[in-house]
């Protein structure tokens, strides 16, 4: 293969370029591969698996080999734009795609068939995964990632009547026959200007002009008309209900814009691209489709190479090779394994100087880069044909994607040896050589016919001109040979470029048993590199149709999904920062940073501090300085992300009884009462304090984590289980900061502040309170064993609060505190935690909650189950303490707990940890009928041995609650 | 991702909904409790479902929906 271009480069034009280190001229614009091809390189690439050298083989998104490194990403350099100072390299390859280090892989490619992988490292006794895995993910990645972030791709929504996808000569056409003046059509297409296979074939005439002028004026008037023309933007998904995803791109070729586009009715014009020819050795550098030739010698003014020798069995074929020798290049031979092509096509061959050999088959290519194509005759003689290039056409693949991609279904058609959509699905209508259409006046005449469809079931008038009518492109691409060759003395005929799987590989692994074509995918991995099998998933299905002897329609296909071509997650990633889900923030979350704290993102994506460490300090420090703080002095923590709620109206407490397990209609206004929730199978769903601040009103608190579940389901028993109570419920979470205040000197801490409470002030009393003037709610509630305050003030208010505390807690050595110490604190009272040990599993008895559950009650959620559970208690899992033996040794959370050694395992470790106030580890465990085993031992089963510990009961630290309460 | 048809909302992304799906109801005594709680037919065709419009108006609704086309049907 040895490039170079048919028409000269201008210096206004002319671009300096940096591929592999080499520095070219480019023409600015054009596709990089164009570039690569015009300055004579042939091996740009280098495979897969095997790292064979590789040259361009397609055009546009249909390149299986040429992936380069840029600094805006990973890209085909059919895509990549020259434009000055890009700078691009080989993917797959080190140093560069001529001189690979791996390249000695080839050498060894007998040894690695189908499955090799799995075979070697995975197989019966095989351990040897874990190890290699790391060095085969880098010996076959496909490229690396630009080290700094990528560019923000604005995302926009648009909604249209019709939406055609493609415009070429279907996409046009259809276009055209729908009103475009009473209707919103957009319009979008892959390439630099419309017109599709058109722009390739200047013999065509369309309408009496030609084919290319036709689809630029067809555009125009479309635009004038107010249809929105998209050029450069590739649609890359649809889904149910009309909504097309598409990626515009920058004339640079960089990801420029991502459209959600919502249509009532679409047209899906994407039309075929071509197969290559199964052989040895179709792989070379030089080896391409006689389409891409004809592609980049028209549009792009680039020769391919000096001789080419067209390998192709389908009509189409033959007018596409007459063209390419039109534009300049030279075609020396066509070659088709058919007995008898088309004699008129034929004269047509050899009247533009093309030699044609009917009959012949390609057995392999001499060279790499190629040098000349061996062939065998049906008279069994072979020959070889001397070419830089070998231009192949195997039929076409008309691109179904977008039409499976939400569910379509589709056929076989025997003729094309392809699947074509099997009618319009959910408002989408196939037209054109996507939906099997072969010459152009059938692509035009299917085009109109789709938009006319299209364009009645969105409600939009029909435009009443006759179709456009074609000269010339009568030549079908219906392909006539058996092409499926064989792997020659291991000389791999590959039918899928960019997963490096030969026709072989497909063979042996339809010999071992995967006759699925989905098993048969993942096993070989056909389809399943970059380009999904564009390729080479036809010929993959012909080889399975061929090994099971049955028909290609039986075998059927694959799985289309989205994305159709290879998207940056970039594009699709929102852009504010490193999150898909911003996090969020308390009004006291900067105070945290500022103060030094480490900060976690936890329950409900919150950021909360963990620890404030200081100088020095480890984690352990920390979290033991903060817990002591609480339990001898002070400590103060935010507890702001807390679920919070008003329930309000005359029935509110006829509600509350019915959603909790615990009465709250008898609760006095101004007092609180712990409550559970249950799910309807009566397992513990959430718990939280619920307090009554008047007759009709309620201010309910839930877990962090399960803030916004509870608020559904506060709305679920309102409006569909119990929709005749007269109550309302709003969400308060973020309108209210909380500010816990806790420890011994709490009380004085808060008389300090100024903040003056009720005389008597009962625990879990709620009161009405004046802090710094602002109204505020103070309860006696907290979560760590201590005399406790929980203020809810206004959420804006909540950093001068906590100023003020902090400034007025000095005297009493106040700390604050993180989610660390709270977890300690909170085992050490014994605790449950949501999540920890209420893991959806466990009902409200076997965590010692049945305080909790007020079962008189006539009717509440979980009720029934709870019931049902009562009448078999034996076998639940049941939350204890565990005292290890070792007091210095910290059993691991989640460790298993047995009875004795070689017992099966009863239970698990749900929390553990150090405990200052006490001076030696505790833990918490739940353990099949755990409370019957308290005062007894049980073996803990760790990565390395065992430990052993006691059952105690699950309350290590003022057990009486005395300290809370006094 | 159909648009989801809110009575209050008009049509709206699926995004901005939760889909409990066959939720069983609430039980009431002992009879048929299994089955509320874990008895889904799972049907292929038109199925009745609970979809809350969280972020939107808030309203629970009960559709119909197609669950082999995914289509809301009345």
């Given at each position: 293969m040895s490039g170079y271009r048919l028409l000269p480069l201008v210096p206004d034009d002319t671009v300096e370029i940096d591929f592999d280190g080499m520095r070219l001229s480019a023409r600015r614009g054009e596709p990089l591969a164009a570039s690569l091809i015009a300055n004579g390189l042939s091996t740009v690439a280098r495979s897969f698996k095997y790292h064979r050298p590789r040259g361009i083989v397609g055009f546009g998104s249909w390149e299986p080999n040429a992936v380069v490194e840029t600094p805006d990403g990973i890209e085909l350099a059919t895509n990549v734009r020259a434009f000055d100072g890009l700078n691009a390299r080989a993917a797959n390859c080190w140093p560069s795609a001529r001189f690979d280090a791996k390249s000695f892989l080839g050498t060894f490619s007998a040894l690695m068939p189908a499955g090799f992988y799995y075979k070697t490292f995975r197989g019966p006794g095989g351990r040897l995964w874990p190890l290699f895995e790391p060095m085969i993910r880098?010996?076959?990645?496909?490229?690396?990632?630009?080290?700094?972030?990528?560019?923000e791709t604005p995302k926009r929504n648009a909604h249209c009547d019709v939406l055609v996808i493609g415009a070429g000569a279907a996409g046009l056409a259809a276009a055209r026959a729908v009103a475009s003046n009473?209707?919103?059509?957009?319009?979008?297409?892959?390439?630099?200007?419309?017109?599709?296979?058109?722009?390739?074939?200047?013999?065509?005439?369309?309408?009496?002009?030609?084919?290319?002028?036709?689809?630029?004026?067809?555009?125009?008037?479309?635009?004038?008309?107010?249809?929105?023309?998209?050029?450069?933007?590739?649609?890359?998904?649809?889904y149910d209900g009309g909504l097309v995803v598409a990626l515009e791109r920058s004339p640079e070729g960089r990801p420029a814009r991502l459209w959600k586009i919502r249509a009532k009715s679409i047209v899906l014009a994407t039309g075929a691209i071509e197969r290559p020819l199964v052989f040895p050795d179709n792989d070379r550098p030089g080896a391409m489709l006689l389409t891409a030739a004809l592609a980049f010698a028209v549009r792009h003014g680039v020769a391919v190479g000096r001789e080419v020798v067209a390998v192709a069995d389908n009509d189409a074929a033959y007018d596409d090779a007459v063209a390419l020798a039109m534009a300049g290049v030279a075609v020396r031979h066509i070659v088709?394994?058919?007995?008898?092509?088309?004699?008129?096509?034929?004269?047509?061959?050899?009247?533009?100087?093309?030699?044609?050999?009917?009959?012949?088959?390609?057995?392999?290519?001499?060279?790499?880069?190629?040098?000349?194509?061996?062939?065998?005759?049906?008279?069994?003689?072979?020959?070889?044909?001397?070419?830089?290039?070998?231009?192949?056409?195997?039929?076409?693949?008309?691109?179904?994607?977008?039409?499976?991609?939400?569910?379509?279904?589709?056929?076989?058609?025997?003729?094309?040896r392809a699947f074509v959509p099997d009618g319009p699905h959910d408002g989408a209508w196939s037209a054109g050589a996507c939906n099997g259409a072969a010459s152009l006046d059938e692509v035009l005449r299917d085009g109109s016919a789709a938009g006319r469809e299209a364009?009645?079931?969105?409600?939009?008038?029909?435009?009443?001109?006759?179709?456009?009518?074609?000269?010339?492109?009568?030549?079908?691409a219906e392909p006539g040979s058996e092409p499926l060759a064989a792997d020659v003395a291991h000389r791999k005929a590959f039918v899928d470029f960019a997963a490096d799987v030969t026709i072989d590989d497909l063979r042996l692994a339809a010999r071992e048993g995967y006759e699925s074509v989905e098993l048969l995918k993942r096993y070989t991995t056909t389809g399943m590199a970059i380009d999904q099998g564009r390729m080479g998933n036809l010929a993959a299905i012909e080889a399975l149709a061929q090994a099971k002897r049955v028909a290609p329609g039986l075998v059927g296909t694959t799985t289309y999904r989205p994305p159709f071509v290879p998207v940056p997650f970039s594009t699709i990633a929102d852009t504010n920062g490193t999150l898909l889900r911003p996090s969020r923030a308390t009004t006291l979350t900067a105070w945290h940073e500022a103060a030094g704290a480490v900060m976690y993102e936890a329950g409900a994506h919150w950021r909360r501090p963990g620890y404030y460490p200081q100088a020095g300090d480890t984690m352990e420090a920390a979290v033991r300085r903060e817990c002591?703080?609480?339990?001898?002095?002070?400590?103060?923590?935010?507890?702001?992300?807390?679920?919070?709620?008003?329930?309000?109206?005359?029935?509110?407490?006829?509600?509350?009884?019915?959603?909790?397990?615990?009465?709250?209609?008898?609760?006095?206004?101004?007092?609180?009462?712990?409550?559970?929730?249950l799910h309807e199978d009566g397992r513990l769903f959430d718990d939280g304090i619920v307090f009554r601040t008047a007759m009709d009103r309620y201010f309910v608190t839930t877990t962090t984590g399960n803030a916004d579940a509870c608020h559904q389901r506060f709305e679920y028993c309102r409006q569909i289980l119990r929709p005749e109570l007269r109550v309302g419920v709003l969400n308060v979470t973020e309108q209210w900061a909380d500010i816990v205040v806790c420890g011994p000197r709490a009380r004085a801490v808060l008389a300090d502040t100024g903040l003056s409470l009720p005389e008597r002030f009962p625990f879990l009393g709620l009161a009405a309170c004046s802090f710094a003037g602002l109204p505020v709610q103070v309860a006696r509630a907290g979560f760590t064993g201590e005399l406790s305050f929980e203020i809810f003030l206004p959420a804006s208010a909540a950093p001068q609060a906590w100023r003020d505390l902090l400034e007025a807690g000095r005297r009493h050595a106040i700390a604050p505190v993180g989610s660390e110490a709270n977890h300690v604190l909170r085992i050490e009272k014994g605790f449950i935690s949501v999540g920890h040990e209420a893991d959806g599993i466990c009902g409200p008895d076997d965590l010692g909650l049945s305080f909790a559950v007020h079962?008189?009650?006539?009717?509440?959620?979980?009720?029934?189950?709870?019931?049902?559970?009562?009448?078999?208690?034996?076998?639940?899992?049941?939350?204890?303490?565990?005292?290890?033996?070792?007091?210095?040794?910290?059993?691991?959370?989640?460790?298993?707990?047995?009875?004795?050694?070689?017992?099966?395992?009863?239970?698990?470790?749900?929390?553990?940890?150090?405990?200052?106030?006490?001076?030696?580890?505790?833990?918490?465990?739940?353990?099949?009928?755990?409370?019957?085993?308290?005062?007894?031992?049980?073996?803990?089963?760790?990565?390395?041995?065992?430990?052993?510990?006691?059952?105690?009961?699950?309350?290590?630290?003022?057990?009486?609650?005395?300290?809370?309460?006094? | 991702m159909r648009l989801v048809p809110c009575p209050d909302c008009g049509p709206r992304e699926p995004g901005e909904f939760v889909c409990l799906g066959d939720s069983g109801g609430h039980p009431v005594g002992e009879?048929?409790?299994?089955?509320?709680l874990y008895g889904r037919a799972n049907a292929k065709g038109p199925v009745e479902e609970l979809w809350w419009h969280k972020f939107g108006c808030r309203r629970w609704l009960k559709l119909r929906r197609n669950s082999a086309t995914n289509e809301f049907v009345p």
């Open positions: 880098k010996a076959a990645g496909i490229g690396r990632l630009p080290d700094r972030p990528a560019a009473a209707s919103r059509i957009i319009l979008l297409d892959e390439g630099e200007a419309p017109g599709g296979r058109l722009l390739d074939r200047p013999d065509l005439r369309i309408d009496g002009v030609d084919g290319r002028e036709w689809a630029r004026l067809c555009a125009k008037s479309l635009a004038a008309n107010g249809v929105r023309v998209l050029a450069r933007t590739t649609a890359i998904g649809r088709d394994p058919r007995v008898v092509p088309d004699p008129e096509l034929v004269a047509k061959a050899r009247a533009a100087g093309i030699e044609c050999h009917a009959e012949f088959t390609p057995t392999g290519i001499v060279g790499s880069p190629v040098r000349g194509v061996r062939l065998v005759g049906g008279d069994s003689r072979s020959r070889t044909l001397d070419c830089d290039v070998v231009a192949m056409s195997g039929g076409t693949t008309p691109l179904v994607h977008l039409h499976s991609h939400s569910g379509g279904r589709l056929r076989h058609v025997g003729k094309l364009a009645r079931a969105a409600g939009c008038r029909v435009d009443s001109t006759a179709p456009p009518r074609a000269e010339g492109g009568d030549a079908r002591r703080a609480v339990r001898q002095m002070a400590g103060m923590y935010d507890s702001s992300p807390l679920g919070k709620f008003e329930v309000v109206g005359p029935d509110a407490a006829t509600f509350l009884d019915f959603v909790y397990a615990t009465r709250l209609s008898d609760l006095a206004p101004g007092r609180g009462r712990y409550a559970l929730q079962a008189d009650k006539p009717d509440f959620v979980g009720r029934q189950a709870l019931l049902r559970d009562r009448a078999s208690p034996s076998g639940r899992p049941q939350l204890v303490g565990l005292m290890a033996r070792d007091p210095q040794f910290v059993l691991p959370e989640g460790s298993a707990v047995l009875r004795a050694q070689g017992d099966r395992t009863r239970g698990f470790v749900t929390a553990s940890c150090w405990s200052d106030a006490l001076g030696r580890s505790l833990a918490m465990a739940l353990i099949e009928d755990g409370r019957s085993l308290t005062g007894s031992d049980v073996t803990l089963a760790l990565a390395d041995g065992t430990a052993g510990a006691q059952v105690v009961p699950p309350s290590f630290y003022d057990p009486k609650g005395e300290r809370q309460r006094g | 009879d048929g409790l299994a089955e509320a």
